[in-house]
């Protein structure tokens, strides 16, 4: 399990002899596509870890209406919350331990407490982003703005990635992403291939302009 936990950035740089011992503490689980993720009742308040695939966060309102605020690719954390749901977008595996667990690596290695901190601050910022986009942008920037943002994962973020750049999602992701309905994601990417912002093949999307899409977020 000790290359595993090396994969994701929250132990990248720590010694082996400080990860090994914390192995034991580290069960996995598969989920399928479109499977909400659900662990053992034994694992109190679990943290998890993707290991591969992708999920999404979502809530729930009353009148049935889902509201994603992130999506989580391999590397990235989260930890069970009361309200909120989370699915397998594609087949996934992921790491995952129970909370008074991680409170023991936690009093072992001050550096991780450090770590988590910064990470916990760029998750609120990012879900801050999300509502923020959901109450006061339209539908054809929050979808520019995912766009970016997706496309912009594992690379520096001064500068863009080379084109084209494919994204692996469908109409319904970005729709769920993006606040709204897979035929108005549908009618605004045909509208920018038309454009030549972006191409769709076989339900896939490739950027093809940032410069023209970035401004489209500035609308």
Known sequence: MSSTLEQFPLFHGLSRELITPWEKYFKERSFIKRQILEFPSDCSEPI?????????????????????????????VYSVHSLASVTALENSVVAYL??????LMLGECPELSLRLIRLLGNILKETNDVILDLAFREVSVRLARVILREGQLGFNQRSKPPLPCFLDFTHEQFAALSGTTRQTVNEILKRWERQGIVAMKRGKLSVLNWEVLTNKTMI
């Open 98 to 103: 129970a909370m008074d667990d991680f409170r």
């Open 48 to 76: 998890y870890f993707i290991r591969t695939g992708r999920v999404k966060v979502s809530y729930l309102s009353e009148d049935g209406k889902e509201f994603t605020v992130s999506c989580l690719s391999p590397g990235e």
